[in-house]
């Protein structure tokens, strides 16, 4: 087998190709530096013909900022060679136990072709410990992660113009600084920025900007301020079509049952979408079609069950930690993915927290009446984060009933 490693920067990569493991990987890696056998290249047609020219079986690369590693992961569906994922936390694990200290590009893509060769890089069924994360721009799940990220890098530019244009209104047009700049849901764009783009006619913005304290001080809507607004005003049009196209991919039978689970805990469109691509389809956490359940000795000499299948679902959720213990010092490392764990503590905030609150059924309840027993001994954030993990459990175990004959 040809395996070649491939570690993914910004418009680069570093390529290192192997067909076995090497008996000394340290000396190899220095003779591959000393050859130049490290291969550096770019996005471009001459470096795809390298990496071809090496007619591999498989690639290995993380799965790094998404538009990065799938450039790669492309050129390698098209041209049929198979494409493996590594998560970091396992490639940083790999990269210790081959004695590698300094973290270099060149050492990463060593490391992660040789991880294919690695005998002890397997799970406890003997299968490589490899991703369960797959990208093919054909598959509708994928089309769901693409729409919701482009939503994502529009939404952190529109709220940083919303800022900056609020800080021009101040002087230009004060009464209108803490007016609502929501999207409206009819017409796609927010009334007040369509409003002064001059996109958008509203005879209430008219009377009230006529009666404006600015006009007293000589102060107009600087164009400076009109051009900020246009530019906005575009940017809700895209958020309006991606929301659109998100819309009609969504209605899909296969999805509905994971969204009938999801409403019980009252997520929003983008906490609901969120969930949906990384935790879809549900089997990959199951073990013949089942949660994979162990038993094993605790503490006082006793079996206790471990639900496996539990473990690697809020893994996917960013609920997966290690401890970094150095005397009396002991700090927690989170795992996973960030944007899940960001989002759902914006929902536990929102939905848990507020003692006069609560999300409709039991599940409410219990989260709710968990979060204010937890308060009075718990302080700061480590009350929420402990919810969040006993709302990824019940949310795994909602979906088992569902989803699991």
């Known amino acids: ?54 007619a591999p079986d498989a690639i290995v690369l993380e799965p790094t900022g998404h538009w990065y590693s799938h450039f790669w992961a492309t050129v390698a569906r098209q041209n049929k060679i198979a494409t493996l994922w590594m998560g970091h936390v396992d490639l940083d694990g790999q990269r210790k136990s081959f004695g590698f200290v300094n973290k270099r590009d ?6 992660l072709a040789a991880s294919y060769f690695d005998r002890n890089f397997i799970d406890e069924h003997g299968n490589r410990r490899f991703l369960n994360y797959y990208y093919d721009r054909d598959l509708l799940i994928n089309r769901i992660r693409e729409l919701f990220l482009e939503k994502e890098q529009l939404q952190k530019i529109h709220n940083g113009m919303i800022n900056q244009l609020r800080q021009r209104l101040a002087f230009e047009y004060p009464e209108a600084v803490k007016s609502s700049m929501e999207i409206s849901d009819v017409r796609g764009f927010s009334p007040l920025i369509g409003w002064l783009a001059q996109r958008h006619k509203a005879t209430l913005h008219d009377n009230k900007y006529k009666l404006s304290v600015a006009h007293q001080l000589g102060v107009e809507i600087s164009e400076y301020s009109r051009a900020h607004a246009r530019t906005i005003y575009d940017l809700e049009l895209r958020i309006t079509e991606n929301y659109d196209q998100l819309g009609e991919v ?28 990384h935790i879809y389809p549900f089997d990959k956490f199951l073990i013949d079609g089942k949660p994979w359940i162990e038993r094993e000795m605790n503490d006082k000499d006793k079996l206790q069950k471990r639900d496996r299948s539990l473990r690697k679902f809020q893994a996917y959720l960013g609920m997966s930690f290690s401890y970094r213990q150095s005397g009396e010092s002991k700090k927690r490392k989170f795992h996973g993915s960030g944007i899940v764990r960001s989002h759902l503590y914006a929902w536990a905030v929102c939905k848990v927290a507020p003692a006069d609150y609560r999300i409709e059924g039991q599940i409410g309840i219990e989260l709710s009446d968990r979060y204010q027993e937890l308060r009075k001994t718990v302080k700061g954030k480590d009350a929420l984060i402990r919810i969040l993990f006993k709302a990824t459990r019940m949310l795994y175990r909602e979906l088992v009933k569902e989803l699991v004959p």
Do not use: T, W
């Not at 060149?106 to 490391?111: F, K, N």
């Not at 999805?255 to 691509?277: A, H, P």
């Open 250 to 277: 969504l209605n899909q039978r296969e999805y509905q049952q994971y969204f009938r689970v999801f409403d019980r805990f009252g997520f929003g469109l983008d906490n609901k979408i969120l969930l949906l691509y």
């Open 106 to 111: 060149e050492e990463d893509a060593l490391c």
């Open 1 to 54: 087998m040809r395996i070649i490693g491939l570690d993914v920067g910004r418009g680069s990569a570093v390529l290192c190709c192997l067909d076995e493991l090497p008996s000394n990987i340290q000396q190899h890696y220095k003779k591959l530096r000393r050859s130049r056998e490290f291969i550096k290249l770019k996005c471009d047609g001459a470096s795809v013909d390298k990496l071809l020219a090496l």
